[in-house]
């Protein structure tokens, strides 16, 4: 009986299929099945043979060793991708945008830790031992890029504030910001509250500093801030907790970093029996689905995230392909994409409540 055929005795494990047992079940060389099972055939195996080998994949339930493959080319078909929070709505549409750019040649793997925090460069080091093909990473910290080992082809995304050498897809988020610091002071808003993320990348920290700074400039005070991770509840209790306060301190609008604060500010408002926007504006950033249906709609600064995504990937292809992305005819290694105030019922219709 062939060693595949036999049944496995009380609590041993089944042999472990070879190519070599492949090629002796179809009567091939073990170089015909990696042909076959690699989809290299043409002009190079029979018909004859590739239905053999086919045949004896499915008798024996053959797996080809992916890992084993990779190691021996120098590198997998697995493309990484760490963000700081893939719990974050907005990250579905990233990975939508770079699942669709390099299409079904590689796989995607997610670097998945708790909800606000970024993937430590040591749990990255241990990705790199699969040898991927390529790393995109979102919204990283120069000290995360600094403790990053040499990790073969790289694309940065979402890295405003951050310097690095490395290809980089960008949002125009301190364009965003100052888009809504117009709005809100063009509605006669003068102290306003900012609701951030504690995330701790500069993405968030770009847009808040370009917030206030043109705030200032435009005669709105921030009178207050405050932080919590990108969760609905978290951003509801902590407007709760906060909002008696800035309310003594007259705040008429709360700026949210993502859509998914102002959500949770929205959810309060109702059981506060606040009316948005009467007595209290509230603006988001991001533009994510639910934000055009919310009750009311939101105020918020458009991110294109699916493209994004698709921008990187393209990127990262190209990388791969050995393309220069700099230089005479080359689309260059930093892009930006805009960001594009969406006004909606949160903020509109209506002037800053009096005093």
């Known amino acids: 009986m062939h060693p595949a055929s036999m049944p496995p005795s009380d609590g041993a494990r089944p042999p472990r299929i070879t190519a070599a047992m492949v090629a002796a079940r179809a009567g091939v060389s073990t170089a015909t099945v990696s042909l076959v099972t690699s ?49 974050n709505p907005f990250f579905a549409r ?11 040649a590689f796989q995607l793997l997610l670097s998945v830790t708790e909800a606000g925090q970024m993937p430590t460069p040591a749990e990255v080091r241990t990705l790199l031992s699969l040898r991927p093909a390529g790393l995109l990473v979102d919204a990283p910290s120069a000290e995360f890029l600094a403790a990053l080992p040499a990790a073969g082809p790289m694309v940065l995304l979402d890295t405003a504030g951050v310097e690095s050498a490395a290809p980089s897809v960008n949002f125009d988020v301190a364009a965003g910001a100052v888009l809504l610091a117009d709005h809100l002071a063009g509605l006669g808003h003068t102290t306003v509250a900012y609701l951030d993320s504690t995330t701790g990348t500069e993405t968030f920290r770009v847009r808040r500093e370009a917030f206030c700074r043109h705030a200032r400039t435009l005669g709105m005070e921030v009178a207050a801030q405050a932080g919590t991770t990108i969760d609905v509840s978290a951003a509801a209790q902590a407007f709760a907790g906060a909002w008696p306060q800035w309310q003594r301190q007259g705040v008429t609008a709360v700026v949210c970093c993502t859509d998914t604060h102002a959500y949770g500010v929205l959810q ?44 990187a990937g393209r990127q990262l292809l190209r990388l791969l392909a050995g393309e220069e992305l700099d230089g005479p005819g080359a689309a260059g290694r930093s892009l930006t994409l805009d960001s594009e105030l969406v006004v909606r019922g949160s903020t509109a219709g209506s002037a800053a409540p009096g005093p």
């Open 39 to 87: 989809g290299k055939t043409a002009g190079r195996v029979s018909t004859d043979n590739i239905a053999k080998v086919e045949q004896a994949v499915s008798e024996l339930g053959y797996v080809v060793d992916g890992l084993g493959s990779s190691l021996a080319r120098g590198r997998s078909n697995i493309v990484i991708l760490v963000a700081p929070d893939v719990s």
């Open 94 to 104: 990233v990975i939508d945008g770079v699942r669709s750019e390099i299409g079904a």
């Open 268 to 311: 309060e408002a109702r059981v506060a029996r606040l009316d948005v926007p009467g007595q209290l504006a509230v603006t988001g950033f991001d533009d994510l689905p639910y934000s055009e249906t919310s009750s009311p709609g939101l105020t918020t600064v458009r991110l294109p995230a699916a493209e994004l995504g698709r921008a």
